[in-house]
């Protein structure tokens, strides 16, 4: 167990909805990372927050938008949704020691669209 | 270009064989990380190790040990006496401390083990 919580663990829905995926970073965290597995694009990395703030942005499409809030979680919105959204959505969060950074994930939320 | 190749799609082996899944890296940075994370059938992302790129000593831990070679940007991970808990996909990963850190992942080498 990583010690980062994300919910729900599996969403089914249809296509143009919206959704929103919930992470909770392991105490003391105060980096969150989005990413997104899919078949056909492997891993990748979408959206990152640090102490509220964003401070990178990956393959991110202008459908999908992100938050963290005061409490350290985040939140993931995926809007208009498409069948090609259907993946698994990983968060992590970060212990940095100096200049040395290491990611934990959560188990993931598994998005089918249909 | 920045990015990471495991040319490996898909690796099986009899149990207590030993396996090495390759890794390969291109970068121009000086300073990078790399990393070994593990995804079991349960879809879970578990980290396995971080190496920085001004250290290249080669590292064991119990079964598993790690080969990092700056000379041919390879990070190598090779298990011992493979297990069938040992089946599941493997990622190999790179990020930069001026970046953020995020990870850019290797497309993965799939292993299974075989009683």
């Known amino acids: 167990d990583s010690g980062v919580t994300q919910t729900p663990k599996h969403l089914i829905t249809a296509t143009g909805q919206r959704v929103t995926l919930r992470c909770s970073p392991r105490?003391?965290?105060?980096?969150v990372y989005w990413y997104q597995q899919s078949l056909d694009q492997g891993l990748q990395f979408l959206i990152q927050y640090y102490n509220g703030e964003e401070r990178a942005k990956g393959n991110i499409l202008e459908r999908f938008s992100a938050q963290q809030f005061p409490d350290l979680h985040s939140e993931l919105n995926l809007s208009s949704l498409e069948l090609g959204d259907s993946a698994l959505y990983f968060c992590a969060s970060s212990v940095v020691q100096g200049r040395q950074e290491t990611q934990y994930f959560g188990p993931g939320t598994r998005l089918l669209v249909l | 270009a920045q990015k990471v190749t495991q040319a490996q799609t898909e690796i099986s082996v009899v149990e207590k064989e030993d396996v090495t899944l390759d890794c390969v890296y291109e970068t121009r940075d000086t300073t990078y990380y790399l990393f070994w994370y593990k995804q079991p059938p349960s879809g879970e992302l578990v980290f396995l190790i971080r190496?920085?790129?001004?250290?290249?000593q080669n590292e064991i831990s119990g079964r598993y040990s790690w080969n990092f070679q700056k000379s041919t940007s390879s990070f190598n991970f090779t298990i011992t006496a493979s297990q069938v808990v040992d089946s599941a996909v493997y990622f190999c990963?790179?990020?930069?401390?001026?970046?953020?850190?995020?990870?850019?992942f290797g497309q993965g080498t799939e292993l299974s083990v075989k009683p």
């Open positions: 105490s003391g965290d105060l980096s």
């Open positions: 990963a790179l990020s930069f401390y001026n970046q953020g850190g995020k990870l850019i």
């Open positions: 190496r920085n790129s001004f250290d290249e």
